[in-house]
């Protein structure tokens, strides 16, 4: 079945690159995103990469896909203490009309 | 503004009563859904719609009802059926349009606490 799987925790100082990963296994998946949750909060779309590329760059985001791995990462450089939240992964679901499959989400902490 | 509203935020029942959470949303998005969230369990789907008058079971539907009545309107109804329902329910829309990439809008999310 689908299943989406990311490490639970990361801790990166201010300055620093942060890197989240993320493997999937629907090879199928049309698109593949990361949304960003803050406390008590929903979530929002940060990025989004079409499975037929290997690299998306938006300002301080970088997402890489490695297809044959089904692996996703999403990089941000200069982590400042605003990017602390949680961050999903999530790929679409082949089955069903824009059902998407979400990982258990990894939460970013930022320290000085 | 176009967006979704979920209310209310934070929500109380005691054991043994229906509870009816709300979603509303104004992008004319033709699919709505519901998710829970658990701790370390990530986003699960519980319903969703593709169309007015029509829904379907997520993964974990059991305990839950919806109905669509209306475009913009998704209410979850968590039952006395459902065993462990205090979490954090999301509401989200999706476009049906040509271009569509599949995104989804989320609403700010109501905290269920069962007493």
């Known amino acids: 079945g689908e299943d989406v799987e990311q490490s639970l925790f990361l801790s990166v100082r201010e300055g620093d690159s942060s890197v989240i990963n993320c493997t999937y296994t629907d090879s199928s998946s049309t698109y593949l995103y990361w949304y960003k949750q803050e406390p008590g909060a929903g979530l929002q779309l940060l990025t989004y990469i079409f499975s037929n590329m290997d690299m998306k760059q938006d300002q301080r985001l970088t997402v890489l896909l490695n297809k044959k791995d089904k692996h996703l990462s999403l990089r941000i450089a200069d982590t400042q203490t605003g990017d602390s939240a949680i961050y999903f992964c999530a790929e679409t679901f082949s089955g069903g009309y824009n059902k998407l499959i979400f990982g258990a989400g990894t939460r970013l902490a930022v320290h000085p | 503004d176009g967006g979704i509203t979920q209310s209310p935020k934070y929500l109380f029942r005691k054991e043994g009563q229906n509870v009816t959470l709300s979603c509303e949303q104004n992008?004319?998005?033709?699919?709505m859904y519901w998710y829970r969230q658990d701790p370390g369990q990530g986003l699960r789907l519980i319903y969703y719609?593709?169309?007015?008058?029509?829904?379907q079971k997520g993964d974990i539907a059991e305990g839950y009802s919806v109905s669509r009545e209306k475009k913009e309107s998704f209410p979850l109804t968590v039952t006395s059926a459902q065993k462990n329902p205090t979490a954090f329910y999301l509401c989200?829309?999706?476009?049906?349009?040509?271009?569509?990439?599949?995104?989804?809008?989320f609403g700010e999310g109501s905290r269920l606490t069962v007493l």
């Open positions: 992008l004319n998005h033709d699919a």
């Open positions: 719609s593709q169309i007015v008058n029509d829904f």
């Open positions: 989200a829309s999706s476009s049906s349009g040509r271009v569509n990439t599949g995104e989804l809008f």
